[in-house]
């Protein structure tokens, strides 16, 4: 199949030419290195060494309505003066918010950045931690709901990927 061939074929995938292997894993390396997905941050939280710091960066009335346990809270518009006190210069982070819909998990990323840390982001935020499952911390205690059929292997943790 030619590139003329793709253009015009009524396959709505095929129809913008997929990228050359080099270009395609140039840009997966670096998305690789912007995300990590809640399974991921989970198992890494429960080595109990994850050479990371979660930091969630949702207001406090979110934070209060529960959040991942081990967490760091820092409101993304307060990172600029708080980060430092919070987080060790040199610690990577990793940042959220409350879903895929919300852009504050990548304000939390940028602000982080703009200070020098090495930051990624964990795409589907409090939003998708909830739904696989995984542990919840509130006043009242931690505490774990059912996983989504729709989102996460029932009876598992991890996605196993």
């Given amino acids: 199949m030619t590139t003329t061939d793709i253009d015009t ?17 140039a840009h997966f390396a670096a998305r690789l290195s912007l995300y990590t997905d809640v399974s991921d941050v989970h198992s890494a939280l429960e080595s109990g060494d994850p050479g990371f710091v979660l930091v969630d960066v949702r207001d406090t009335a979110a934070w209060e ?17 708080r980060a430092e006190d919070l987080v060790t210069a040199g610690t990577p982070v990793v940042v959220h918010c409350w879903s895929p819909a919300c852009d504050g998990g990548a304000r939390g990323a940028l602000a982080f950045a703009r200070l020098g840390y090495r930051v990624k982001e964990m795409i589907g935020g409090m939003e998708y931690w909830v739904r696989e499952g995984l ?3 509130t ?21 196993s990927c």
Avoid: I, K, M, W
């Fill in 9 to 25: 074929t009524p396959n709505p995938v095929l129809r913008t030419s997929p990228a050359d292997p080099a270009t395609a894993a």
């Fill in 65 to 81: 309505q529960g959040h991942a346990p081990g967490a760091v809270h820092l409101p993304y518009r307060l990172v600029a003066e």
């Fill in 139 to 159: 006043a009242a205690g931690v505490a774990a709901g059912p996983v989504d059929p729709l989102v996460g292997p029932v009876g598992g943790l991890s996605c």
């Fill in 135 to 137: 542990p919840v911390e």
